[in-house]
């Protein structure tokens, strides 16, 4: 049973639009989200986070939405560059430190 | 960054045998957590630690244990290890004087290889 869902295996954006990372959650006890970044042969590193007492966290061009009623999280990047490409994890954590991931989505952000 | 090393960083080995990979981390930092990557599966919790001999399973630790005798060390030990156990293995740290728990950081990974 998949408590944190990354539906989008992959997604393909232009430099300098928008990308749009999506991330649906089952458990309604998760209080803590986060969102990761990893290249290919590296560990993933941490990018963003919010508490669910909020619904709205900023940090230069990443951008994450909660959604606590849809159990919903997003990650908005603006402007996408070609070093954003990585594949992105988003995870959450009911307490404890304990995080459960989704399987992933694969961004390309083309010139 | 997070001072987080992870040995070896590749292995091959062959069924039945056992392997014990380490992480290391300078940072002291009081969590420390070893996940596995699958395609189709992100991350998975195998086994965490809260503090220097104190270790509890994760969601996927049949076939693994753990052991942290130091605030530096966390061993993971594949007691006889099988081709479902090829993956790569990242061990994560979190907890530092100043900071929040939840947010981990991941060492480099190690790719195993279970012929």
């Known amino acids: 049973d998949q408590q944190v869902k990354q539906n989008s295996p992959s997604l393909s954006v232009q430099e300098g639009r928008i990308s749009i990372l999506n991330c649906d959650y089952t458990?309604?006890?998760?209080?803590?989200f986060l969102w990761y970044k990893k290249y290919p042969a590296e560990g993933p590193t941490f990018l963003i986070s919010?508490?669910?007492?909020?619904d709205k966290n900023e940090d230069g061009r990443f951008t994450v939405f909660l959604n606590k009623s849809a159990k919903h999280l997003s990650l908005h990047i603006v402007p996408s560059q070609p070093g954003d490409s990585a594949v992105y994890f988003c995870?959450?954590?009911?307490?404890?430190?304990?995080?459960?991931f989704g399987q992933g989505t694969e961004l390309s952000v083309k010139p | 960054d997070a001072g987080i090393t992870q040995s070896p960083r590749h292995k091959v080995t062959e069924t039945g045998t056992p392997v014990t990979l380490r992480c290391h981390q300078t940072?002291?930092?009081?969590?420390m957590y070893w996940y596995r990557q699958d395609p189709g599966h992100g991350l998975r919790l195998i086994h965490y630690?809260?503090?220097?001999?104190?270790?509890d399973k994760g969601e996927v630790s049949d076939g693994y244990s753990v052991s942290r005798s130091k605030t530096e060390d966390f061993l993971l030990t594949l007691e006889s290890a099988t081709s479902s156990q090829t993956s790569v293995y990242f061990c994560?740290?979190?907890?530092?004087?100043?900071?929040?728990?939840?947010?981990?950081?991941f060492g480099p990974g190690t790719r195993l290889t279970v012929l």
């Open positions: 919010i508490s669910s007492i909020k």
């Open positions: 995870a959450a954590s009911n307490q404890g430190g304990k995080l459960i």
């Open positions: 458990n309604s006890m998760f209080d803590y």
């Open positions: 630690s809260y503090g220097v001999k104190d270790t």
């Open positions: 940072e002291n930092h009081r969590y």
């Open positions: 994560a740290i979190s907890g530092g004087l100043a900071g929040n728990y939840n947010e981990q950081f």
